[in-house]
């Protein structure tokens, strides 16, 4: 992507901003700057590629989208902090992701978290994923994002039993289909700013996608903005029918598609606050009581490292009582210790409703 200004008007024009409160801006100070900017990646990326976003979106809250998985090390002198603040790090030790390791998903611990169905509406459980050897949306060509797309789809054809489905091409589907897409609240969009300033939807909408396998439990989005995100799904608690759908998809696809890993960072994104598990576990839960005391539900919440939004996304309002519920945190603990912690928070919260 060619960047629409120098990158030393982006810097200053991050430099110069009164009102950002953006990571990148906080982070990318002259001595920081002038550490990166003659660097590039392998790939071609460049500082100016990861920032470009945040010099743009001067609202943003990180600021920085990596230009590709190499990024996260060439400019570490930028990405580092970044990472540390938004997940939470010790600022003077290194980052250190376990290696992955999703448990014995035959014997999960947690089962069915609201096993009379009074109280969980749904759950999800969602990873991102990036191809090995590609860029993100700030490099990528047209042909990338269709190798992107390629690789994906020869495991589609492979999924069978339960994982059998079909794979719609947002470029090509029908009006009916996108209808139905939308009725399902499966389809994407290119309406995020944010995102279109990190390269995220040139070319929109050639080689993007969505596979879904027959019953609607299992799902892929294909760039959208990470390469791949896979999400397993279904009405009710059942967690862990949910979260061995999801691993056992993984591994079906893993055979066709090698992803980009770090030792340091886990499974590499294109935003760094997806990075480690990339694994967020959530459920859209009643609690009418618990939320009437809004000082309570943060309190318990956070207890759990649990973050509770509107059903909608991230900045949307409860409607009826009902939370989206999630795990905080995705770096430096395993997809197993993850989705254990978002269940037991979960299953506390659930109690605590019932009790009022």
């Not at 901003?17 to 660097?39: F, R």
């Not at 509406?121 to 042909?143: I, Y």
């Not at 576990?281 to 539900?297: G, R």
Request: charged residues 25%; contains cysteine.
């Amino acid at each position: 992507m060619d960047l629409p200004k120098s990158q030393d008007e982006l810097f200053n024009a991050l430099k110069n901003a009164k009102d950002c409160k953006s990571l990148v801006k906080k982070y990318l100070t002259d001595q920081v700057y002038a550490a990166c900017k003659d660097k590039k990646t392998k790939l071609g990326g460049t500082v100016g590629h990861c920032i470009v976003s945040g010099a743009e979106q001067l609202d943003s809250n990180s600021g920085l989208y990596c230009s590709d998985p190499e990024a996260y090390d060439t400019f570490a002198e930028l990405c580092d902090p970044i990472v540390k603040d938004y997940h939470q790090f010790p600022m003077d030790k290194p980052i250190k992701h376990p290696a992955p390791d999703f448990g014995d998903i035959e014997n999960l611990t947690f089962g069915n978290l609201d096993p009379d169905n009074k109280f969980v509406v749904s759950t999800r459980v969602r990873v991102g994923r990036s191809a090995a050897g590609l860029p993100f949306p700030p490099l990528e060509t047209k042909e990338q994002r269709r190798e992107i797309e390629a690789k994906i789809k020869k495991a589609f054809e492979k999924m069978t039993g339960d994982f059998a489905g079909k794979y719609y091409s947002l470029a090509t589907m029908t009006k009916e289909e996108e209808a139905q897409l939308i009725a399902d609240h499966f389809l994407f969009n290119n309406s995020d700013r944010f995102a279109a300033s990190a390269g995220v939807y040139r070319d929109w909408p050639d080689a993007r996608g969505i596979f879904f396998n027959n019953a609607k439990t299992f799902l892929v989005w294909v760039n959208e903005e990470d390469h791949y995100r896979i999400i397993s799904m279904q009405k009710g608690g059942d967690l862990a029918a949910v979260f061995k759908r999801l691993v056992t998809g993984i591994r079906l696809i893993e055979k066709e598609v090698a992803f980009a890993h770090s030792d340091r960072l886990g499974y590499v994104t294109f935003c760094p606050t997806n990075l480690g598990t990339t694994l967020r576990a959530s459920v859209h839960v009643a609690v009418p009581k618990l939320a009437s005391d809004q000082a309570a539900f943060k309190a318990l919440c956070d207890q759990y490292n649990l973050q509770p939004r509107g059903i909608h996304g991230e900045h949307t309002e409860s409607v009826g009582g009902v939370y989206d519920i999630s795990n905080k945190r995705r770096l430096g603990l395993t997809e197993i210790e993850a989705v254990t912690e978002m269940a037991n928070g979960v299953k506390a919260i659930i109690a605590k409703e019932a009790s009022l």
